[in-house]
């Protein structure tokens, strides 16, 4: 993998990644930012909310669970002195389906924890991350009639 990040003033960057995206980044405007893209941090936050949600939705279609969508909040603490560290981070997910099993959801949020997600096994051994699930079961699946 690769990326690429060039300065375009300020606190104002442009970054790219080896696959073709860009994102612009952004500082805050007490150091020449002017809010125009996400901060260096919050990509942090960014990239262990989705690299886990992937695994939870992989892992729940895998068991032939009926999911819909699914929504995880990252929230975060960090060091109150400089470099500003994490020092925990909290991943709250919101799955919804039709005739979800609680299991397969905790356990889909358990395995991405402990063993697929890249992103917050980097981080785990320095910083405190916690996960926690919340299931919204739609009911049975609607019916899908064939059209005559």
């Not at 942090?44 to 929504?71: E, F, M, P, W, Y």
């Amino acid at each position: 993998m690769e990326a690429r990040v060039r300065w375009l003033d300020g606190a104002s960057f442009v970054a790219e990644t080896g696959s073709g995206h860009a994102i612009v980044i952004d500082g805050p405007p007490d150091i020449g930012g002017r809010n125009i893209g996400p901060r260096p941090m919050e990509l942090i936050l960014l990239g262990v909310g989705s690299c886990s949600n992937v695994d939870v939705i992989h892992i729940l279609k895998r068991a032939r669970q009926n999911v819909v969508d699914c929504d995880v909040r990252v929230t975060a603490e960090r060091a109150e002195t400089d470099p500003k560290v994490f020092t925990a981070i909290h991943l709250q997910f919101t799955v919804t389906g039709h005739e979800m099993k609680a299991a397969q959801v905790e356990r889909a949020v358990k395995l991405s924890a402990e063993k697929y997600c890249s992103a917050s096994l980097m981080l785990q051994a320095t910083v405190k991350i916690t996960h926690a699930c919340d299931i919204v079961d739609l009911g049975p699946a609607p019916a899908v009639h064939a059209q005559e």
